[in-house]
């Protein structure tokens, strides 16, 4: 069984820096490509930014290229968004998705609960 955890979330003031941590376990000798997903209230989860196996290749949504970065070290299956620049309109639940069967962008299968990020003007 494939577990997805995020951590960093909170609440910061516009143009504010947060970093959010997300852990990939279940199978042994497995890397998965990583992703960051978010979701406002009302609003359809829309997808945010992908790395692949490697770390090599990264892609990122138009509204926070630039301003957010993702990472990863593939030791632990660990991906990182950094975000910086904080605007209200990020104001979301951030979910970190994981997936074994593609490198960069895909059907992810395997989803974490959701950290809370706020950002207030």
């Known amino acids: 069984q494939v577990q997805v955890v995020e951590s960093g979330g909170g609440s910061v003031q516009t143009g504010g820096s947060l970093r959010l941590s997300c852990a990939a376990s279940g199978r042994a000798d497995t890397i998965y490509s990583m992703a960051w997903f978010r979701q406002a209230p009302g609003v359809e989860r829309e997808f945010i930014a992908a790395?692949?196996?490697?770390?090599?290749?990264?892609y990122y949504a138009e509204s926070v290229e630039g301003r957010f970065t993702i990472s990863r070290e593939n030791a632990q299956n660990t991906a990182y968004l950094q975000m910086d620049s904080l605007k209200p309109e990020d104001t979301a639940v951030y979910y970190c998705a994981a997936d074994e069967n593609f490198d960069l962008g895909g059907l992810y299968r395997y989803w974490g609960q959701g950290t809370q990020v706020t950002v207030s003007s």
């Open positions: 790395i692949s196996w490697s770390g090599g290749s990264t």
